[in-house]
């Protein structure tokens, strides 16, 4: 994986979703809204990846390192694939910025096998909050997310929040594995030159690995992956 191709934060958080779904190989893994490809192409190195994102900037600019199958499209694109066709699937910050989850949700229900591994990677609001409070001094917003509104990204548009346990309310056939804190730590670090630190980078990297499985530090992180596993 060509690191220059990403920010140094991005290159952590995927750095942290690949290890905490390292036990996944030689599967069929779709990843749904791929985005610049780097995770798709990490997956593809030992598995068969299915890549679908609709954003034609994201695509003409994507990893191609390892081979994989990239599929313009959205919601419409899975109803092409055929029922039980996935060992895993990825939908990583996804959620928040759609309106047809009902529909995606059907869809993964359908194509994704039995025992096999849903990963969804998700915006956690009290690290937000802790983001506006703390890095972006702006107040406003922070008392705005306290009191249930959404969010903007300056990208994606209006951050549609939602909490870990909706998921299962949404996806009934399945069960939770685990819920794991992400750049808990990082990004409240504003020496922007020390985080192009190789070395200061491995220590983040097992500092947060270290704090993701813990509830208090989960309770604070920027993201929550919440990895679900669909029942026989």
């Known amino acids: 994986m060509k690191s220059k191709k990403i920010a ?3 290159l952590l958080q995927k750095k942290m979703t690949w ?6 190989h030689g599967k069929k893994v779709l990843d749904f809204g791929s985005g610049n490809g780097v995770t798709a192409s990490h997956f593809a190195i030992d598995n068969e990846v299915v890549a679908v994102e609709p954003d034609e900037n994201m695509l003409q600019n994507r990893c191609t390192e390892n ?3 990239q599929i ?12 039980e066709s996935f060992d895993a699937i990825l939908c990583h910050n996804v959620f928040e910025y759609v309106r047809d989850r009902t529909e995606i949700v059907k ?14 990677i998700k915006h956690n609001r009290a690290g937000r909050v802790m983001q506006m409070a703390v890095l972006l001094n702006d107040f406003e917003h922070a008392n705005e997310l306290l009191e249930g509104k959404n969010g903007q990204s300056q990208k994606f548009g209006t ?17 939770l594995e685990k819920v794991l ?4 730590f990082w990004d409240l670090q504003q020496n922007q030159e020390v985080q192009k630190d190789t070395a200061w980078q491995e220590q983040m990297l097992k500092m947060e690995l270290r704090v993701s499985e813990l509830k208090e530090y989960k309770a604070i992180a920027f993201f929550h992956h919440v990895i679900l596993s669909k029942e026989s």
């Open 181 to 184: 804190g992400m750049r808990t």
């Open 107 to 120: 869809e993964f229900s359908r194509i994704l096998r039995p025992k096999g591994y849903l990963s969804v």
């Open 8 to 10: 140094p934060w991005e």
């Open 72 to 83: 313009k499209g959205s919601v419409k694109a899975l109803e092409n694939f055929e029922d």
């Open 19 to 24: 290890e905490q779904l390292k036990q996944i």
């Open 67 to 69: 081979n994989y199958v």
């Open 159 to 175: 951050i549609h929040y939602y909490e870990d346990q909706e998921l299962l309310s949404w996806f009934h056939d399945f069960k």
